[in-house]
């Protein structure tokens, strides 16, 4: 089956630009994850999902970040004012349910902000 | 404050040989403790993972090592091929979390 698609797979913005990135989970995953990685680094934990609702959002840098997920499948992770620092790949990655283990995550999206 | 340690930073093996990647947590409220590889320009695919109740997994040429009362667990590659050549990212699980604590990763190149 289809894995977890992220979209688009590079984005390159300019400073101080609103940016929105897209998660689509592997179908009927209620559980669904953003990490952020930067070069030569493992990926950072920013929101969780499960189903519509962010239920732990400890790792979103400060408040230009957000994200939503309204309809329990698709997410969109939303950057505002960008900075250079923000320059990264943000991962996504999705699991059954709260209760699983395992998280299967996208190829991800490479932000540059220049 | 919630951290793994991964050692080390590179390694290189020759073909056939043994990749022995290691990492320690601080933390005891882990839970869950995955493997991942990362391909240049793909996401991290999991690849083996363990409960701290087993000290040890093994998926075919994939061996994963824990020793609770050190804080430590470790990926052994056995017979390692040049498409193994990858980076890997242990993580770990918190007990009353979902998200994952990833270590900063092995860049392994396998020599043919």
């Known amino acids: 089956g289809a894995g977890v698609s992220q979209t688009p797979s590079n984005k390159v913005t300019e400073k101080g630009k609103y940016v929105e990135l897209r998660c689509d989970p592997i179908?009927?995953?209620?559980?669904l994850y953003w990490y952020r990685q930067s070069l030569g680094q493992g990926p950072e934990f920013l929101i969780y999902f499960q189903g519509t609702g962010a239920a732990d959002d400890s790792g979103l840098p400060n408040d230009r970040f957000f994200a939503v997920r309204p309809e329990g499948s698709v997410s969109t992770l939303k950057i505002q004012r960008t900075e250079r620092g923000d320059s990264a790949v943000y991962l996504c990655a999705s699991s059954l349910s709260s209760g699983s283990y395992e998280q299967y995550f996208g190829p991800g999206t490479r932000l540059t902000v220049t | 404050q919630q951290q793994v340690k991964q050692s080390p930073q590179s390694l290189i093996v020759q073909k056939g040989g043994i990749s022995i990647i290691n990492c320690a947590y601080e933390n005891t409220a882990f839970d869950y403790f995955p493997w991942y590889q990362q391909f240049p320009g793909k996401g991290p695919a999991l690849l083996i993972a363990?409960?701290?109740?087993?000290s040890e997994k093994k998926e075919g040429r994939f061996t994963i090592s824990f020793n609770k009362s050190a804080k430590q667990f470790s990926l052994h590659i056995m017979d390692s091929q040049p498409g193994d050549s990858a980076t890997y990212f242990c993580a770990a699980r918190p007990l009353y979390g979902q998200n994952f604590v990833f270590g900063p990763g092995t860049r392994l190149s396998v020599l043919p």
């Open positions: 179908s009927g995953h209620t559980a």
């Open positions: 363990i409960r701290p109740d087993v």
